[in-house]
């Protein structure tokens, strides 16, 4: 399989603070791994686009964009929050991480790739149609969502989020939407807590309990997800692909594996084999540990490649 990697060198520019968890080591991280291990090697790679204002406003409203653009310091830090802070690069980097996901939905309709990964900051999925948060400013899954949408004629999306965080900010741009299925594994009670408790047809909520492993993990996603996905026929998958509920992540507590990320990987590659034409895009969210960040992504590719997980 062809498996596109989409990255920037400028995603490494924004910065939130010497100390802040989301940081450029982040992708420094991936990057050597990846390089150490050859992987990279067997990626089609490519520098991410700037995402469009027009884009954007696909998922976001046009008070909000103007909103972060007026906010945009040319100094220092401007605080959104307490945890999500601009500094004079961050929407810079922001763009080419939406945009990563929008060259990555063009290129699996355009059979360019059968899938992508997209290795950007800052991430995306607690980003709301109008608030910022939880380090991240757009929601670049949102975005690539509705640029398949009106690009290519999508009628049926599903997004898979096994961050250790709940993907409120995709909750919130597409709740009652019955073009796309939202599944959402996380632990709870946790951050952010919003939305973990909504009922709407097209939300799959799978809370996960402080110490969960990887065979509850599984176990909850095959008799949770599959079923809703094999009713739902997705056209197109996107994976809000979150490393931190790995057993060494400081951020959570969960305790999942190497092996259960390319577990989840390999599922929704099936699914989007069966319905979608093998198309998937996946691109980065939170994980926090470097080391464990390195090698799930690791884990991650090697799915998305079609190797198997001891591949040296």
Known sequence: MITAYITHPHCMRHLMGPTHPESPKRLEAIRARLALTGILTHTMQSDAPPVTRETLALAHSPQYLDALEAHAPT????ELDGDTHMGQDTLTAARLAAGAVVRGVDQVFRHQ?????????????HAER????GFCFYNNIAVGLAHARQRHGVERVAVLDFDVHQGNGTVDIFKNDPGVLICSSFQSPFYPWRYQQGQWDNVLNTPLSAGADGHEFRRRVEAQ???????????????SAG???HRDDPMGGLNLLEDDYYWVTQLALDIARVYAEGRLVSALEGG????SLATSVEAHLKALLGLPLGHP
Request: aromatic share 12%.
């Open 225 to 239: 997800w599959l079923p809703a996905l094999q009713a739902f026929k997705p056209q197109l998958v996107l994976l």
């Open 75 to 78: 100094q220092g830090l401007h």
């Open 113 to 125: 790739a059968d899938n992508v990964f997209c290795a950007v900051r800052p991430p995306g999925h």
């Open 130 to 133: 109008g608030t910022a948060m």
């Open 243 to 245: 490393f931190d509920a």
């Open 288 to 291: 926090y540990h470097l080391d």
